[in-house]
């Protein structure tokens, strides 16, 4: 029976994801995880794309997963599961197994939006039955904070330093939930660990569903973001509020945003708090700032104006 | 903590047992201590499921004790904390102090 989506129930749940794992101190992927697992309530095997969660939960002679997880090169993390998704229907068809078995493979934002794009359109395509799950910090963090595809416009990173000749990067995001609803996929997410309940319903939700689906989690990195090492919730809250990740699914094409913020923020409040946009507050970066809010509304009307279409 | 030696890891450096990571404990990593003050905990479990390091141990629905052979000191739990009456049931202070 599936547990209620109460804390209170859901505590008395076991961690599929321990406690000694080395991510840095305050990260957001862990939460993410934990929350992702503690909603499922099916056996589960996943797969992991190279990135920080690979790395650092399972090093030499330690491993903080509980569930079957095959560690993957950065690129084929949809490829290895939609294998083992295939082996599953096939040994099922056999009556070699009667187990109902979810799969799910998680990626940060280098190895889905960049290095795993052509394997996870693939895997989608093909319409394996698994969730892959992203869990977006917004740069290659574990090497050194690289600029990747879903770092945002302005950011200062190691590859797109803030100084003289560029103000941080000078690309807007790419937007990757709406390239994967582009596939006609059954259910398209997009998430985030400060609406806990928000992100378990949307798991549970892909879950009962057949076929691929995909969910895009906002991942908070104080390392790369440059902000405090107790700001993972409370920035992903401000991200949602001021509708730079706004949470919304697309379930068979028909779009529907989970939560609207009472009172829409301005896109300075997620900004401020963080290092890598602090060039932006000087006087000749300001049109950035204007161009990033603009960029937020237009994104946001677009969503709403999706909404009221079906 | 005390790292094995190459004689005491097994053969291939294979990992025999699922969520063995709880033998490693990162609790050395911790600049700030967070303390509960039992009083202020109105039992709403935020800190339980905002924690990264799974280091708040909660035993029949009710918040027990922090786990600090664990906990890396991030603050997460001490920020989203509601409190009593504006009085929060978990401070932050220094390590060592």
């Known amino acids: 029976m599936a547990t209620g989506l109460k804390l209170k129930e859901l505590s008395k749940k076991e961690d599929l994801f321990t406690h000694g794992h080395r991510m840095c101190s305050g990260c957001g992927a862990p939460i993410v995880v934990k929350m992702i697992l503690l909603a499922t309530d099916y056996p589960v095997v996943a797969s992991n794309a190279t990135g920080c969660l690979e790395v650092s939960s399972c090093i030499a002679e330690y491993t903080a997963w509980k569930i079957p997880w095959i560690h993957t090169a950065f690129e084929n993390a949809a490829a290895t599961i939609s294998g083992v998704e295939t082996m599953y229907r096939s040994l099922k068809k056999r009556g070699k197994m009667d187990k109902d078995i979810k799969f799910i493979s998680f990626g940060g934002d280098g190895g889905t939006y960049d290095i795993g794009l052509q394997s996870l359109s693939g895997a989608m395509e093909r319409g394996h039955d698994m969730i892959y799950v992203c869990y977006d910090n917004g740069a290659y963090m574990n090497t050194g904070i690289q600029r990747s595809s879903a770092t945002p416009l302005g950011a200062d990173t190691t590859t797109c330093p803030a100084g003289i000749a560029i103000p941080g990067k000078i690309r807007p995001r790419k937007n990757l939930t709406k390239i994967m609803a582009a596939h006609n996929i059954p259910y398209v997410a997009q998430a985030s660990p400060s609406n806990w309940m928000d992100l378990m319903k949307k798991v549970r939700k892909a879950h009962e569903i057949t076929g691929p689906k995909f969910i895009n989690i906002l991942s908070p990195c104080n390392r790369g973001w440059r902000s405090k090492t107790n700001d993972a919730i409370s920035l992903s809250k401000i991200g949602v509020n001021t509708c730079y990740w706004p949470l919304y699914e697309i379930e068979n094409g028909v779009t529907k945003i989970t939560f609207k913020p009472k009172e829409k923020k301005p896109v300075v409040d997620f900004l401020k708090p963080q290092g890598r946009f602090k060039h932006l507050f000087a006087p000749e970066n300001e049109w950035l700032l204007t161009k990033m809010q603009e960029e937020v509304d237009t994104e946001w009307e677009k969503l709403l104006k999706e909404e009221q279409c079906v | ?97």
């Open chain 2, 1 to 97: 903590m005390k790292q094995k030696g190459w004689k005491d890891l097994a053969p291939g450096s294979v990992i025999l047992e699922g969520g063995n990571a709880v033998n490693f404990k990162t609790g050395s990593w911790r600049a700030f201590r967070p303390v509960w003050i039992e009083e202020n905990c109105i039992q709403c479990l935020f800190c339980w499921i905002y924690c990264p390091d799974m280091a708040v141990k909660v035993k029949d629905s009710k918040r027990n004790e922090f786990d600090y052979d664990f906990c890396k000191g991030c603050g997460i739990c001490a920020l989203e904390c509601p409190g009593k009456k504006g009085k929060k049931a978990i401070e932050m202070i220094e390590e060592g102090k």
